[in-house]
């Protein structure tokens, strides 16, 4: 392992002012979403639109550190012939790829999930790192909905694999990015969402050191402290902002070169905003932004709406997120220049 390589791939992951689009929707996930547009998820429209993204100049060589592919983009070709992988790189952005297998539900434990892709991982990482790749993505999952869950069985052998796959992700020179989600859905308070966060977080390092992950080496992927989208409660943005900080200053070692945030369902502005508050409280150990899939798409996916005639106003959509929740990751962001906008 290169340590010092992982780490200066890790640091560009996170620089100043930028942050990572997760553009790795599976290919039914992705169905969903164009489904909802109504636009035909075929290989030929789910390419054109991503292709529309990675051509967003401003957004990329500015504000978009690295991009999130899924197995099928990385593989694919812009209209004029050029791989995907390479667009990224001319914009200035560093690719990277998923290479979880998915949840499956866990054994014993009803209602609860485990992610899966360990076995042929190595071969896997191989593949992808002559595709290009200098970073890769694994998402497990903690639902707190209601009911005896979550169960210790859960986050123990979710944080498991996630340490696994880091570890193998480092051995291939592949910086991991550790993404324990703790869900939004359900009827819980901000309290709750806090406690699960931080057992969560405790044993996922406690797990990283067990399977020798150089810390220096991996960016932490975590959900922010919000309460469940069912509990009709709203709390003030400084609020998450406080709770999320504290959860992580009790568990993240500072040796951790960043901590870049899943947006997980929360409004694209208020993703913004928690981030920005979040850096207002510096300073911190670590550098803090966003590795948002919908709470960057959500606008250019609707301007698109899968119309080629809407390209332009999709990547000012698209451009216009990119800026916002890079001022936020400099804690420099204002509601106003939202309304400007609009
Ligand atoms: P969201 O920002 O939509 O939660 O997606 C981020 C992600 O990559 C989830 O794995």
Request: glycine share 8%; aromatic share 6%; proline share 5%.
């Amino acid at each position: 392992m290169n340590l010092a390589e992982l780490n200066k791939v890790a640091e560009a992951m996170v620089a100043r002012g930028r942050g990572i689009l997760a553009a790795d929707e599976s290919s039914g996930t992705i169905k969903k979403r164009f489904d909802a547009l109504g636009v035909e998820s075929t290989p030929d429209n789910r390419r054109d639109y991503r292709e529309m993204l990675f051509r967003s100049a401003e957004a990329m060589s500015k504000y978009i550190s690295g991009v999130i592919l899924y197995d099928e983009t990385i593989r694919q070709t812009a209209k004029d012939g050029t791989p995907l992988v390479k667009l990224i790189e001319k914009a200035g952005s560093i690719p990277g790829i998923k290479v979880d297998k998915g949840t499956k539900p866990l054994p014993f434990c009803p209602g609860e999930v485990v992610t899966e892709g360990l076995d042929g991982l190595r071969e896997r990482l191989v593949e992808y790192r002559g595709l290009g790749v200098k970073f890769a993505k694994w998402r497990a999952v903690i639902d707190i909905a209601g009911g005896p869950v979550p169960s210790y069985t859960c986050i123990r052998t979710n944080t498991h694999a996630l340490a696994r796959y880091a570890a193998l992700c480092q051995d291939e020179g592949i910086v991991p990015i550790v993404e324990p989600e703790v869900l939004m859905d359900g009827d819980h308070d901000i309290e709750r969402c806090y406690q699960v966060t931080e057992m969560v977080l405790k044993i996922q390092f406690e797990e990283l050191y067990f399977q020798r992950v150089a810390l220096e080496g991996m960016v932490l992927k975590p959900n922010m402290v919000v309460p469940g989208k069912k509990s009709g409660k709203r709390v003030s943005v400084e609020e998450v902002a406080e709770k999320t900080l504290r959860a992580l200053k009790a568990c993240v070692p500072a040796a951790v070169p960043g901590i870049a945030f899943l947006s997980g369902g929360q409004s694209d502005e208020d993703a913004t905003a928690h981030l920005d508050a979040m850096n207002r409280m510096g300073p911190l150990p670590w550098r803090l932004t966003f590795s948002y899939g919908r709470a960057l798409q959500h606008a250019p996916q609707k301007a698109w709406s899968g119309k080629s005639e809407n390209v332009a106003a999709a990547q000012r959509a698209f451009n216009h997120r990119a800026m916002m929740n890079g001022l936020a990751a400099t804690g420099q962001w204002k509601a106003d220049l939202e309304r400007k906008a609009a």
